[in-house]
């Protein structure tokens, strides 16, 4: 059965600095990566992909994978009050092992303090 | 990305009843989904509706309880049968397009007394 695993937190970070969230995956055949934002009352928003090992960088967003550690991580640099939202991980596949669909973490919390 | 909408928003239903939750993109697509959100949880997939052929399931989810149609490459539905108050949660269609990257309708929050 696919997994995804995170941090729920709250993870709270002051304003102005970086956020730094992280994903585990236990399908080792996972080939793409995606992170999505949910505020509050409100649905999830692509944010980041990524497809092979190192960074991509998107603005103030920076995805990192690592496939041998089966590891994927999100840094929000300069972090804004507007960053405070849930971020979640997922992988495609259903959790039973569909190919089709995404599978995605629990999310985690994240508060930008002021 | 693409301009995806949901009708209703949101509703409240009684139990034993039914609910069917459209969705339509603004264009086609082959490959659309449906997610369940329960309050304070992540998504769970509940099937993938491709345009020609039947629904594929998820572990956990069957046609019986939520029939799924897909008459068109830009409309699908979802139908939440003989509700229970545990079917309570919102419902969002996504769509794919392309590397596996979706792209999520903002979702019909159900809550069944």
């Known amino acids: 059965q696919k997994e995804v695993e995170q941090n729920s937190g709250p993870l709270s970070v002051p304003e102005g600095a970086i956020a730094s969230l992280n994903c585990t995956y236990s399908d080792r055949g996972s080939q793409s990566f995606f992170w999505y934002r949910q505020y509050s009352g409100k649905s999830p928003e692509l944010i980041m992909s990524i497809y092979s090992n190192g960074d991509q960088e998107d603005g103030r967003f920076t995805a990192q994978l690592n496939k041998a550690s089966q590891y994927v991580s999100l840094l929000i640099r300069d972090s804004q009050p507007s960053d405070s939202a849930t971020y979640l991980c997922?992988?495609?596949?259903?959790?039973?092992?569909?190919?089709?669909?995404?599978?995605f973490g629990k999310g985690t919390h994240l508060i930008i303090q002021p | 990305s693409a301009v995806i909408s949901q009708k209703p928003s949101r509703d409240i239903c009684q139990r034993g009843t039914s609910l069917t939750i459209q969705c339509q993109v603004d264009?086609?697509?082959?490959?659309m989904f449906w997610y369940r959100q329960q309050p304070g949880q992540s998504l769970t997939l509940i099937a993938t509706?491709?345009?020609?052929?039947?629904?594929?399931?998820e572990s956990g989810f069957v046609i019986d309880k939520f029939p799924i149609s897909r008459p068109n490459l830009t409309f699908s539905t979802l139908t939440v049968s003989n509700m229970s108050p545990e079917d309570s949660s919102i419902y969002l269609c996504s769509v794919d397009l392309g590397d596996h990257e979706q792209y999520f309708g903002p979702g019909t929050r159900l809550t069944v007394t």
């Open positions: 264009s086609q697509v082959t490959m």
């Open positions: 997922a992988v495609p596949g259903g959790s039973g092992g569909g190919a089709d669909g995404l599978t």
């Open positions: 509706a491709n345009q020609g052929s039947e629904a594929t399931y």
